[in-house]
């Protein structure tokens, strides 16, 4: 039996963004890319994702009002966040991951890193689901 693929959601409003991230990705991942808010929380009534890549400075809303709205639904709340923008300061990294983000990368950003990073924020996740499966069970 073949495991799953894991899923990631992209919401960035840059096109060559959305194709690099998931020309990327795709061998490993199942990747949706969305160019708005508004098709994100559409997508997500049909899909929940195991990692959103997250752009900042959308059109619409923000990444900010974004991840809040995704960590007060209990159904996208452990969904881990990874901001992938042009806000590069670190005030901005900072606000983001006070608001519950699991990590920040700038754009441009190397296709490697982009990758590894999600790998290790993927196998986090997979073990964090795993002890709460252990302690469930004990």
């Known amino acids: 039996m073949f495991a799953e693929r894991k899923k990631i959601i ?3 409003d840059d096109p060559i963004i959305l194709k690099l991230a ?4 795709m061998s490993r991942y199942d990747v949706f890319t969305v160019p ?3 098709k994100l929380f559409s997508l997500l009534e049909k899909t929940l994702p195991d990692l959103i890549l997250l ?3 959308m059109p619409e809303r923000n ?3 974004i991840i809040k709205a995704l960590k007060s639904d209990e159904r996208t709340a452990d969904i881990p966040v990874i901001f992938l923008t042009s806000q590069n300061d670190m005030s901005s990294e900072l606000e983001g991951l006070s608001l519950g983000a699991v990590d920040y990368i700038g754009k441009p950003f190397s296709p490697q890193l982009l990758m590894k990073r999600v790998d290790i ?3 986090i996740s997979e073990q964090k689901h795993e002890l709460e499966n252990r302690n469930l069970r004990a």
């Open 10 to 12: 992209l919401a960035d």
């Open 22 to 25: 998931r020309n990327t990705l």
């Open 36 to 38: 708005s808010a508004g």
């Open 55 to 57: 752009d900042v400075l």
């Open 63 to 65: 990444g900010y009002d």
């Open 121 to 123: 924020h993927m196998l």
